[in-house]
């Protein structure tokens, strides 16, 4: 079985702000994918990355950046020089081959940045 | 272009009622998915539909009775549902069941 833990229930910071996401994931299989997605208050789930179990180069997209760690099964995100556009539930969550797609998510982090 | 979309934004409907949501996507995806979301909590699956066939269903209550017409279509009808069935539902879809899933903004459900 998979399971996905994301610690931090909310994190409230000042614009401007570094926010570091920790994701920790449970699985078996040795080939597996992870994925964070953003959910803004409109309720609209945003893709953001997807990493496979074989690809632990750290990515980073503008503000954003990924650390995957396989040695100690995370997947933290980092959001620098945070805006309040930055504000939203961000989910991490893990899927494996056979599952036919489906999505193990972690219960999500409230990101509150505040001018 | 990586658009789903979902009619209605915004559905109440009374326990008796059958209503039914529409999911569209344009993107040759070949999967689609219903999730359902109640607040405070993450995307729970309900059905997974790969090649327009039924691959997963979690579980669902036989009220909720899931459609794919064509590889670009899912529609969720629902049926004498219950109040504890109002949620967020959410529609996506993903190239394949190991890619990257794109979620349409969803259908707030009440019902009453």
């Known amino acids: 079985a998979q399971k996905v833990t994301q610690a931090q229930t909310e994190i409230s910071v000042v614009e401007k702000e570094d926010v570091t996401l920790d994701c920790v994931y449970e699985?078996?299989?040795?080939?597996?994918?992870l994925f964070w997605y953003k959910q803004p208050p409109s309720g609209e789930l945003v893709f953001l990355i997807r990493r496979n179990s074989f690809d632990e180069q750290n990515e980073i997209s503008g503000r954003y950046s990924w650390n995957f760690q396989k040695s100690t099964s995370s997947f933290n995100f980092t959001i620098t020089a945070s805006q309040v556009v930055d504000s939203a539930v961000y989910f991490c969550?893990?899927?494996?081959?056979?599952?036919?797609?489906?999505?193990?998510f972690g219960a999500g982090t409230q990101v509150v940045v505040t001018p | 272009d990586t658009e789903v979309t979902q009619t209605p934004k915004h559905l109440v409907m009374g326990m008796t009622n059958k209503k039914s949501l529409k999911c569209e996507q344009h993107m040759g995806h070949r999967a689609m998915y219903w999730y359902k979301q109640k607040a405070k909590k993450p995307p729970e699956l309900m059905f997974v539909y790969s090649y327009e066939k039924l691959s997963i269903n979690e579980s669902v209550p036989s009220r909720f009775s899931p459609e794919c017409p064509n590889s670009s279509l899912l529609n969720l009808h629902l049926h004498a549902l219950q109040p504890e069935d109002s949620a967020l539902y959410l529609c996506a879809s993903s190239h394949g069941l190991a890619g990257e899933q794109y979620f349409g903004p969803g259908t707030r459900l009440t019902v009453t």
């Open positions: 699985t078996r299989d040795t080939t597996y994918y």
């Open positions: 969550a893990l899927s494996v081959p056979g599952s036919w797609g489906k999505l193990q």
